[in-house]
Antibody, heavy 119, light 107 residues
Framework: QVQLQESGPGLVKPSQTLSLSCTVSGGSITSSGYYWSWIRQHPGKGLEWIGYIHSIGTTYYNPSLRSRVSISVDTSKNQFSLKMTSVTAADTAVYYC???????????WGQGRLVTVSS | DIQMTQSPSSLSASVGDRVTITCLASQDISVCLNWYQQKPGKAPKLLIYDVSTLQTGVPSRFSGSGSGTDFTLTIDSLQPEDIATYYCQQYDNLPPTFGGGTKVEIK
């Protein structure tokens, strides 16, 4: 059974870059048909899809965040990563990584990483 | 982006009650609709995909229906462990978008 685990700083200063990684275990990140996604949830709010990457490097980003977001993959580490630049307090959220089957459903999720943007 | 509107935003029901949550899409999404369950302090979990297919391990008291723009999640005989917030999500168009959530509580 595949498991995902987010890691990275829980506190980021305004205007700096948020960086998170997601390590995949129990399965290969190069498995056919899967995309690897980031989703965030502002405190007490709903879910916002950030973007995904395929193991061959294909990406798609939410247009609302596209100018500040990049997702990369490291197949040798079975890991994918999120970078978000120029963060503000509005980027404070729990960030989840998840596996997306065929761009249709998020069938496995990490436990989430709370990232607070504050000086 | 396709807007997903859930109702109600919260509900309180008794154990054993039948609970119905609705999700309305801003445009026709065919059957490209999933439901997720999020328990307090936990990550969301896929509950139902493609409108009505239960994810492995999900109890049969959960069911989904609908097509086009109107969708429904039903819990037959609400159990204490069903206390959670439920989200619908469309994948017909990128970016995938979620409803605002329905918080289910026990009366």
């Amino acid at each position: 059974q595949v498991q995902l685990q987010e890691s990275g700083p829980g506190l980021v200063k305004p205007s700096q870059t948020l960086s998170l990684s997601c390590t995949v275990s129990g399965g290969s990140i190069t498995s056919s048909g899967y995309y690897w996604s980031w989703i965030r949830q502002h405190p007490g709010k709903g879910l916002e899809w950030i973007g995904y990457i395929h193991s061959i490097g294909t990406t798609y980003y939410n247009p609302s965040l596209r100018s500040r977001v990049s997702i990369s993959v490291d197949t040798s580490k079975n890991q994918f990563s999120l970078k978000m630049t120029s963060v503000t307090a509005a980027d404070t959220a729990v960030y989840y990584c998840a596996r997306d089957l065929r761009e249709q459903r998020l069938d496995s999720w990490g436990q989430g990483r709370l990232v607070t943007v504050s000086s | 982006d396709i807007q997903m509107t859930q109702s109600p935003s919260s509900l309180s029901a008794s154990v054993g009650d039948r609970v119905t949550i609705t999700c309305l899409a801003s445009q026709d999404i065919s059957v490209c609709l999933n439901w997720y369950q999020q328990k307090p302090g936990k990550a969301p979990k896929l509950l139902i995909y493609d409108v009505s297919t239960l994810q492995t391990g999900v109890p049969s008291r959960f069911s989904g229906s609908g097509s086009g723009t109107d969708f429904t999640l039903t819990i037959d005989s609400l159990q204490p462990e069903d206390i959670a917030t439920y989200y619908c999500q469309q994948y017909d168009n990128l970016p995938p978008t979620f409803g605002g959530g329905t918080k289910v509580e026990i009366k």
